[in-house]
């Protein structure tokens, strides 16, 4: 068997491989940025040809690096989740656009089914909401509207990016019990739901298998070898895992592309009064560990717009500078709603807003006030988590975004909690190596190859109390006039 753990993990902006060794060490890396589509206002899309395509590519160089095949113990992978492909069967192409989670077109329609009484099934059956967020209103919107996927008739399979490499890398339809959680479409606590199918127009025949996060689900020859693929998980459930929230109540935090924190909750799925999000954490053996989620549409989206449609900063660690070089935000607030609002909010057409503007600020107080926002949309979690009986005693933090240090401090005063960050930042890569560690044999169970986590370091609350209660008033106002302006 190989000494290697190789993972794909393809996210919203780029795809990557990275090569591990058993030990956590990170022996390579390599990336390909993707690109986004924004056909009309509120739509985000990808090509999935190019996901694959790039993803080959990256996983390749691994393989190299490795050695060859032969050095690769098994393939973990994780994804970002929600986003949908379909293809055909018979030639493996896509047949369209995939729909990516950030995607509102079905805002609309979700509206509607809310207003007709179907929120409380969805609810009931799958701990999620009815939002163009997740999966299944993008899948009934494509069937509708794109002629192709009719017309493939028995050819046509739908899956999430992790079933779309899957079948790719192996020829096996399959999809972890992690990522079909987020479909709304799979009983939260059992398989596809015939009665979600129906109200959703989706036929089960072209969707994946449900399996566990662990275990081989099938081999790649795409690298002149034999590979086994032994561990999946959509992106933040890796995370979690590779936060080693192993135990109910452990937290983490992921800063990416959006927000997501995760409250392990153990064996029974959590029900929640704050609208936030009950989810599969993993499916090992067939039995499933549950997870308490509140969902951020938009956090390292927020220094990349700032960056690439404003022009306001060159790169994004510029910001952290910008923030020390100021007291304070001036009384300036910016609500990144350019997705509309997620948890605990869940409000689709409130768009983004910057205010309190005067002649004192400047970019350094716009650019203090983008990374303010990531405590503050942390804190209206904190206090919703709480509500739900989730309480939070620290915060393990994850992310492209963390690397700041003036924000990882931040959050630490607003939350008024430890907040650890790794030394080893990419989490939800090594949380996809832990489940193939674990599903080749390599490792007897999660705790065992928890050992790969590594070091961390923590940041303390230090500032004054008043001072951290007049900042989250001034954003609960900023919230409340967002939202005011739909």
């Known amino acids: 068997m190989g000494d290697h753990l190789l993972v794909i993990d393809e996210g919203t902006t780029s795809t990557r491989a990275m090569l591990f060794a058993l030990d956590g060490r990170c022996v390579a890396s390599e990336a390909m940025p993707l690109t986004q589509g ?43 989740r929600e986003t949908v492909v379909f293809w055909d069967r018979n030639t493996g192409e896509p047949l ?11 805002a609309d329609r979700c509206r509607d ?5 179907h929120e409380a099934l969805v609810r009931n059956r799958t701990g999620l909401l009815l939002d163009p967020y997740f999966s299944a209103t993008k899948i009934g919107w494509a069937l509708e509207h794109w002629p192709a996927l009719r017309e493939a008739g028995d050819r046509l399979m739908i899956g999430t990016v992790d079933a779309w490499l899957i079948w790719k890398l192996a020829g096996v339809h399959a999809t972890d019990a992690s990522n079909a959680s987020r479909t709304a479409l799979m009983a939260l606590e059992g398989e596809w739901d015939d009665e979600l199918l129906d109200l959703f127009g989706v036929s089960a025949g072209a969707l994946p298998a449900i ?4 275990g081989e689900v099938g081999r790649t020859r795409a690298f002149g070898g034999n590979i086994p693929i ?24 992921t800063f990416g592309t959006g927000a997501f924190i995760l409250t392990h909750t153990g064996e029974t799925p959590a029900t929640s009064d704050s609208r936030l999000l009950s989810t599969v954490a993993w499916q090992i053996g067939g039995v499933r560990r549950f997870a308490l989620e509140g969902s951020v549409f938009v956090a390292g989206s927020l220094v990349q717009w700032l960056r690439d449609s404003l022009g306001l900063i060159a790169t994004a660690a510029e910001t952290e500078a910008l923030a020390r070089s100021v007291p304070d935000s001036a009384g300036v607030y910016l609500v990144p709603a350019l997705s509309g609002l997620g948890a605990p909010w869940w409000r689709p057409d409130t768009r983004a807003t910057l205010s309190g503007l005067s002649f004192a600020a400047g970019k350094a107080h716009v650019a203090r006030a983008a990374l303010e926002a990531m405590a503050y949309q942390a804190s209206d979690l904190q206090r919703a ?6 309480e939070w005693t620290g915060l393990r933090i994850d992310g ?18 430890p907040v650890e960050r790794p030394r080893f930042a990419e989490t939800t890569a090594l ?32 500032i004054d109390p008043e001072v951290r209660q007049a900042r989250l008033a001034g954003w609960a106002g900023a919230i409340e006039a967002a939202i005011a302006r739909e």
């Open 38 to 80: 924004y056909p009309r206002p509120g739509w985000v899309e990808h090509d999935a040809a190019e996901i694959w395509r790039k993803s080959l590519r990256v996983t390749a160089a691994m393989v190299a690096q490795a050695g060859g095949a032969e050095r690769i113990a098994a393939i973990g992978i994780a994804n970002q």
């Open 96 to 106: 369209g656009p995939a729909i990516v989670w950030q995607d509102r077109r079905t």
């Open 113 to 117: 089914l809310r207003e007709r009484g």
């Open 211 to 214: 399996v566990d996060c662990v």
């Open 230 to 253: 032994c561990g999946m998980a959509g992106d933040q459930q890796a995370a979690a895992i590779g936060q080693a929230c192993l135990s109910p109540g452990d937290t983490k935090a």
């Open 385 to 390: 988590f709480a509500s739900d009986g989730a």
């Open 400 to 417: 492209g975004m963390v690397a700041n240090d003036w924000m990882a401090q931040d959050l630490a005063d607003m939350l008024d909690l």
């Open 431 to 462: 949380g996809a190596a832990m489940l193939a560690g674990v599903g080749a044999g390599l490792f007897a169970d999660l705790p065992a190859a928890a050992a790969m986590r590594g070091a961390v370091e923590t940041f303390a609350p230090t």
